[in-house]
């Protein structure tokens, strides 16, 4: 069986089809993806009803999987967390974030799988950080080559939306002691194809630590907002079993949160990775 790769726009995403990912993969597909996956950023491929224990499967193929410290997990394959908005509050997605950078060594990347999508909406954005960083003048990169952020788990995750029961309080209270505030470099050099990605979120990223306050926040305002310029995303309509897996070392994400009050349910493998540098 041979991959087909279909690129969706210049800058990120492509879709894969010739492959079920619901079976075991070949080294040869395995090595495949992951080219498709350095080169497109985001791949996308249709009509893959796979189950956790399959999903997290594929996942392990590309490193370790992250057990999340919120969110609800499928109790038999905890590594494979559960976004349902009919149980969890799911706003903190509908915000361009790459994920857990509150982490010491953030995701490498993530298996998003869709199980139950609204009759329209809900549709997930991916920003491409190397495209963006490529589009900043000279004189900003050099600034910005120096930098360093902090990246703070409680910008996303608010006590006032996660601790509203015992269970969770004591919940977001350990998840809270066992990630700090972080920092991490604002300009990030991809461990395997060495190219240099904008690397802050509106999801995680609180300061830029070597400037003034002011300063700081006029820089992450400029850098929000230039990251995710329209020709530096791809928007993605959900189909029931679509599964999307994307490079978290140099993108971010926006999952629309306009379908309310239809139902949406994904599941997500998390991808353990390294320490930016």
């Avoid at 079920?20 to 009803?49: C, S, W």
């Avoid at 791809?234 to 070392?249: G, I, K, L």
């Amino acid at each position: 069986m041979s991959l087909t790769i279909t690129p969706i726009s210049p800058a990120i995403g492509a879709v894969i089809s010739g492959i079920d990912i619901a079976q075991p993969i070949t080294a040869e597909h395995r090595d495949a993806i992951e080219q498709a996956l350095l080169k497109h950023h985001v791949i996308f491929f249709r009509d893959q009803p796979i189950t956790p224990q399959q999903q997290a499967r594929f996942a392990a193929q590309f490193g370790d999987l992250h057990i999340h410290p919120i969110y609800p997990n499928v109790p038999e394959q905890p590594e494979v967390l559960i976004l349902d908005t009919a149980v969890t509050d799911v706003r903190d997605n509908a915000i361009w974030h790459t994920d857990v950078t509150f982490l010491p060594t953030p995701a490498m990347g993530a298996v998003l799988s869709a199980k139950l999508i609204p009759p329209y909406g809900g549709d997930t954005l991916w920003a491409s950080g190397i495209a963006a960083y490529e589009a900043l003048s000279e004189p900003l990169k050099r600034l910005l080559d120096a930098l360093t952020a902090t990246h703070d788990f409680t910008k996303s995750f608010p006590l006032e939306r996660f601790g509203s029961t015992p269970q969770d309080l004591a919940r977001w209270e350990e998840a809270r002691r066992k990630n700090p505030p972080i920092s991490h470099p604002v300009i990030r050099t991809h461990p395997v194809s060495g190219r240099k990605s904008l690397f802050v979120s509106d999801g995680f990223t609180t300061r830029i630590n070597e400037l003034e306050a002011a300063e700081s926040d006029a820089i992450l305002k400029l850098l929000f907002a230039h990251a995710t310029r329209p020709e530096f995303f791809v928007r993605w309509r959900w189909q029931e079993n679509d599964v999307a897996f994307w490079d978290n070392r140099s993108t971010q994400h926006y999952a629309v949160d306009d379908y309310r009050p239809a139902r949406r349910v994904m599941q997500r493998a998390t991808i353990l990775g390294d320490a930016p540098f």
